[in-house]
């Protein structure tokens, strides 16, 4: 099967890389850009041409598509979901993917200045004698989540190909807006039509994950008053330093590049100030529900002391929810993770089940009714420049979504 839709998929990874997507936080539309568009009128249109039936896509952007069962007993109707952006952490405008054939375990050269090495990326060992695939060093590569498009696609296209494969009906759904935690926002599960699903966003082969964290986003605004510094003594109010002290408060160890694990933190994502406004942007996350309340209250507790030392308002907090730990919802399906983990099996994989330090589209899917584990897509180091993807991850990848589909027939 993998000599079959290698080139396929290769190919298809390499299109949706070079169409840029990148999101936008913090916007008020849906999606956040415009430029979103263009992919997903691209895999609309590809999904037509492979002959998949009931395809769509609607005003929000979400492409659907649902490849025909090919046995006359009822099987569950079971769906594979990735995002179509990419994260704005890290710029993902022309995209220059290079390709290194028969990987020699060394050092790989991006670009005269950058060098992706297993010194700094140990796991990169793992793949030697691989195909893998790299940025150039200036840009992200968008395996996140461009590689789980591509397996779905590939697989889904396999499958039209070959109807004496047993299977029941799959639906394939595609997002815009995950990486700014929107992607949910306003897909149609009753639409999409399946009894569980998964995201294929996750990260190294092998990867099977049905908990994340339940996540939260902060923003906090300081109003100061300018004054000429050489008279400002008990009338300056200095928002930049009002902003400091605030960041000051917060454990200083509970940060994303000393936690791991099941381990919390606050992750300081924006700040801009001046003496007269300043503002932080913060997201805050936690595996267990009763610490990620505590994070939201500690959060808005250290906004209203620093209030209270003045007369007028100086300080706003607001901390808003984003996605919840999908374990309470997947449990109640949890044939969807058995079931999986056996593909994984049967591909000749061993499986790494691990909570998710970060979300999916499936974290809140989950709790609109549609509970989505999460498999991996084979990529290392997504958000920025040293991002690379195994094609041989990407192939196993693929054929798990197949296995995953006959498992399901046989087992109804």
Same mark, same amino acid.
């Given at each position: 099967m993998q000599t079959e839709w290698r080139t396929q998929l290769v190919d298809r990874f390499l299109k949706y890389v070079s169409i840029y997507t990148e999101s936008e936080a913090f916007v008020d539309k849906f999606p956040s850009t415009d430029r979103q568009w263009d992919l997903a009128h691209y895999i609309h249109q590809e999904l037509l041409d492979l002959g998949l039936e009931d395809v769509s896509i609607d005003e929000f952007g979400y492409v659907i598509g649902y490849v025909p069962s090919?046995?006359?007993?009822?099987v569950p109707t079971i769906g594979f979901i990735s995002h179509m952006d990419t994260s704005p952490d890290f710029t993902a405008e022309n995209v220059q993917p290079q390709i290194w054939e028969n990987y020699d375990g060394g050092d790989i050269?991006? /670009?005269e200045s950058m060098i992706l090495s297993p010194n700094e990326f140990p796991e990169l060992t793992q793949y030697k004698g691989q195909t893998i695939i790299t940025t150039d060093g200036t840009t992200l590569l968008g395996a996140d989540d461009k590689a789980g498009l591509a397996e779905i696609v590939t697989a889904a296209a396999y @499958?039209?190909?070959?109807p004496e494969i047993k299977h029941g009906r799959i639906a394939v759904g595609f997002t815009p807006d995950e990486e700014v935690g929107r992607g949910a926002d306003f897909f149609n599960v009753e639409k999409f039509g399946a009894e569980w699903a998964y995201t294929m966003d996750g990260s190294e082969i092998g990867e099977l994950e049905y908990e994340n964290f339940n996540a #939260?986003? #902060?923003?906090?605004?300081f109003k100061g008053k300018s004054v000429h510094p050489g008279y400002a003594k008990n009338k300056m109010i200095n928002a930049s330093n009002l902003a400091l002290e605030?960041?000051?408060q917060?454990? /200083?160890d509970e940060v994303p590049e000393l936690t791991d694990g099941r381990d919390g933190f606050f992750h300081l994502a924006k700040m801009t100030g001046s003496v007269t406004e300043a503002? @932080?942007?913060y997201i805050i996350r936690d595996h267990d529900m009763e610490q990620y309340e505590a994070r939201k209250a500690l959060f808005l507790q250290i906004a209203e002391d620093i209030q209270e030392r003045f007369d007028h308002e100086v300080v706003t907090a607001e901390v808003s929810d984003q996605y919840f730990n999908m374990v309470e919802k997947v449990k109640e399906k949890f044939q969807s993770v058995e079931i999986a983990e056996q593909a994984i099996k049967d591909c000749g994989i061993t499986p790494n089940i691990m909570p998710i330090r970060g979300g999916t589209d499936g974290a809140r899917l989950s709790f609109m009714g549609l509970p989505c584990p999460n498999i991996f897509a084979g990529g290392h180091n997504f958000h920025g420049p040293?991002?690379?993807?195994p094609v041989e991850s990407m192939e196993k990848a693929t054929e798990v979504i197949v296995r995953i589909a006959e498992l399901t027939a046989e087992q109804a």
């Open positions: 090919t046995v006359e007993k009822d050269q991006l /670009n @499958l039209i190909a070959h #939260g986003s #902060g923003i906090v605004t605030f960041a000051s917060l454990p /200083n503002r @932080l942007q040293y991002e690379y993807v």
